[in-house]
């Protein structure tokens, strides 16, 4: 016998529940903002529209499904199933932190603050929610992602951006090149490597492209095409800085070995959760053969 589909409610702890956490009452955490000049019916009322979406998503799941509640802190913890509905309820960056503990399951996006959210990957608004979640095959679209796979196995998947480089952003050594380049490669010493998508596209690689001024154009996001950029790089007798930028195709990767004692990995801004790379180790970075398949 087949199961249920299960939705599973992706939410996150609001700035007001953060804020009362930290102080212990409302009052204390209006206090400590009144001090600052800020007003806390600002973030309330954020909190409570946040609330309410998430009320209303809720209640439009068919009663035969099954349901389950996960906040974002907890998804690396959690266990995704084939017949999953994901349903996140928030922000465009909870869909991206969702984005890689998933193998092929619809995600679709409610908006629980339109016009202060983007919008881009929250698509929805929750008074839809019973039409979207009761159709038999919502239109959906493939976006593209970018995955990070070391030497030793360990590997690493976002929606928007892969970061390689030092924790804390500082000084990071390697030895950059792409995979099939003749094995040309350079010495570089940086704040850092950045691979972007077309989903990334709005967010930091875009500030970074701009900042450039490149003529490289940005990927779209179901196009499976990433753009790679060196933060920083800085020029020495021992470092270069000729490979700054560039773009990789679906079958190209590009090739970092490590040159300090410890860099990073993490994707979508989840610094909590990096693969962590030492001394030699070589880590390839491109197009990863999943999609996030979300809900138009």
């Given at each position: 016998m087949s199961l249920?589909?299960?939705?599973?409610?992706?939410?996150?702890?609001?700035?007001?529940?953060?804020?009362?956490?930290?102080?212990?009452?409302?009052?204390?955490?209006?206090?400590?903002?009144?001090?600052?000049?800020?007003?806390?019916?600002?973030?309330?009322?954020?909190?409570?529209?946040?609330?309410?979406?998430?009320?209303?998503?809720?209640?439009?799941?068919?009663l035969t499904w099954r349901q389950a509640q996960v906040e974002r802190a907890d998804l690396d913890r959690f266990l995704f199933a084939p017949e999953?509905?994901?349903v996140v309820v928030g922000q465009d960056g909870l869909v991206a932190n969702v984005a890689k503990?998933?193998?092929?399951?619809p995600v679709v996006g409610?908006?629980?603050?339109?016009?202060?959210?983007?919008?881009?990957?929250v698509r929805h608004r929750?008074?839809?929610a019973a039409k979207l979640l009761t159709s038999t095959t919502p239109p959906v679209d493939e976006l593209t992602m970018v995955e990070a796979v070391a030497d030793d196995t360990q590997r690493l998947v976002a929606l928007n951006e892969i970061y390689l480089g030092a924790g804390?952003?500082?000084?990071?050594?390697?030895?950059?090149?792409?995979?099939?380049?003749?094995?040309?490669v350079e010495a570089q010493a940086?704040?850092?490597?950045?691979v972007g998508t077309g989903t990334g596209a709005t967010g930091w690689i875009r500030s970074v492209w701009q900042e450039r001024g490149t003529r490289l154009r940005l990927p779209a996001p179901t196009e499976e095409r990433l753009l790679w950029f060196v933060r920083e790089a800085w020029p020495s007798p021992a470092t270069g800085t000729s490979l700054v930028a560039g773009e990789l195709a679906a079958a190209t990767r590009l090739r970092l070995t490590v040159e300090s004692e410890r860099l990073v990995a993490f994707g979508d801004g989840m610094e909590t959760d990096a693969v962590a790379l030492t001394w030699g180790q070589t880590v390839l970075v491109g197009v990863c053969r999943e999609r996030l398949r979300l809900v138009c």
């Open positions: 249920a589909p299960r939705a599973v409610l992706v939410h996150r702890t609001t700035e007001y529940e953060e804020l009362v956490a930290r102080h212990g009452t409302h009052g204390q955490a209006a206090f400590f903002l009144r001090s600052r000049g800020r007003d806390i019916e600002e973030i309330a009322d954020r909190h409570r529209r946040t609330r309410r979406a998430l009320a209303e998503v809720t209640s439009a799941v068919p999953d509905m994901v503990y998933l193998s092929g399951q409610f908006d629980t603050d339109p016009g202060r959210n983007p919008g881009v990957l929750p008074q839809d804390g952003h500082q000084t990071a050594r390697y030895r950059l090149g792409l995979e099939d380049d003749g094995g040309v940086s704040s850092g490597v950045i």
